[in-house]
């Protein structure tokens, strides 16, 4: 009988089309302004990231949630514009500022290896929780440094990052 109901119900479910995806959006406040950031919350699309963009709208960026605090780097890896990365640990202090410029495009004659070997990495300088990636010059214009804090909804976020 409880299968039977279960199965009902996720049937139901299929044919109404409701779905229990996480949000792709948060708005965050830094510095006393609102961004708009698209949320990075599995392995798929924090590897993702910006790659492949073209520009970062004014008063928007990412941020990627991670399911634990560990070191972190990141790449400007088919990257088409400048970026800045912000880490930030468990509680959203800043770890790590970085200005990513970007980097030359991989060649025809080059291998994916011999690409991804002369990358530059950006690293959190110690265990990142988070990372926020925004329009290239908004951390110095916004007067982001290290030890500064955002406030995040951290529940929420650890709740829906896999």
């Known amino acids: 009988m ?5 199965s009902f119900l996720f049937l139901c479910c299929i044919v ?3 779905t229990s995806q996480s949000p792709t959006t948060t708005t965050v406040t830094i510095a006393g302004e609102s961004f708009k950031l698209e949320l990075a919350l599995n392995t798929k699309t924090r590897a ?3 790659m492949g ?24 890896k088919n ?14 202090t800043v770890t790590a500022v970085h200005q990513m ?8 004659s080059e291998s994916e290896l011999a690409y991804d ?10 265990p990142a929780r988070y990372a926020i990636e925004l329009e ?16 995040l909804d951290f529940d929420f976020l650890r709740s829906i990052a896999r």
Do not use: Q
């Open 117 to 126: 070997s002369r990358l530059s990495h950006y690293w959190s300088n110690g």
């Open 53 to 76: 963009r073209t520009s970062v709208p004014k008063g928007e960026g990412m941020l990627f949630v991670f399911p634990k605090a560990i070191e972190r780097s990141f790449w400007m």
């Open 101 to 108: 410029p970007i980097e030359e495009a991989r060649t025809p």
């Open 136 to 151: 290239s010059g908004e951390a110095g214009r916004l007067g982001i440094h290290v030890n500064d804090r955002i406030t």
């Open 16 to 18: 109404s089309g409701c």
């Open 79 to 92: 990257c088409l514009i400048p970026i800045d990365l912000l880490f930030l640990d468990s509680r959203g």
């Open 2 to 6: 409880v299968t039977r109901l279960v």
């Open 48 to 50: 993702l990231g910006l």
